[in-house]
């Protein structure tokens, strides 16, 4: 990893850990851009998460999630980078991730998930029982963010203190 006060940020971890909310927060803080590589591939793919699911399936999904994290981590200047919870399933993507950004992994209790994704309907892995998705779901990737530089359990945390602690890391 490059100097960790100019390298690049990223978020990862399962839906509902605060990865889009903590980004925003943390771009501000240390005045550089955010990028949100869901949206990102949105405005490549023309369409919406669940529509380029329901169209060409997760994997193909999976191959412009790919690409936009490549594209977005070429960046020179700094950037705040929150990822989609897939994102780790390539292992690929977390050689990318490590070889070019402090990687942060945000996690959360199962409780917690299900309350703040429970309103949530365009998220195309939780169609269903959404306490039997998220629970199957989180023990499946069990082990999958264990790669990241920092860990943060945002359970009891607002976003603004997940904040302070990965710029408290920061500056060690």
């Known amino acids: 990893m490059a100097d960790k ?3 690049h940020i990223v978020l990862v971890g399962f839906m509902g850990t ?3 909310t903590v980004s ?3 771009a501000r803080r240390l005045d550089c851009e955010t990028i949100d590589v869901d949206a990102e591939i949105e405005r490549r793919e023309g369409r919406s998460i669940p529509e380029i699911f329901a169209h060409r399936g997760e994997a193909s999904f999976r191959k ?3 690409a936009a994290l490549a594209d977005v981590l070429s960046h020179e200047e700094r950037k705040v980078i929150a990822t989609g919870g897939g994102a780790v ?3 690929s993507n977390c050689e990318l991730m490590l070889d070019s950004a402090l990687v942060v992994a945000l996690t959360a209790d199962a409780e917690q998930i299900i309350s703040r994704v429970s309103q949530d309907a365009s998220r195309p ?3 269903g029982d959404l306490r039997q998705r998220v629970n199957q779901l ?3 990737r069990k082990h999958a963010y264990d790669f990241a530089h920092l860990t943060i359990d945002t359970s009891k945390l607002n976003a603004h203190e997940v904040v302070d602690k990965i710029v408290a890391f920061l500056q060690q």
Do not use: N, R, Y
């Open 24 to 26: 925003q927060l943390l």
């Open 89 to 91: 399933l390539a292992p």
């Open 64 to 66: 412009a999630e790919t």
């Open 5 to 7: 006060q100019q390298v």
């Open 18 to 20: 605060g990865k889009s």
């Open 125 to 127: 892995l939780l169609q």
């Open 138 to 140: 989180m023990e499946d």
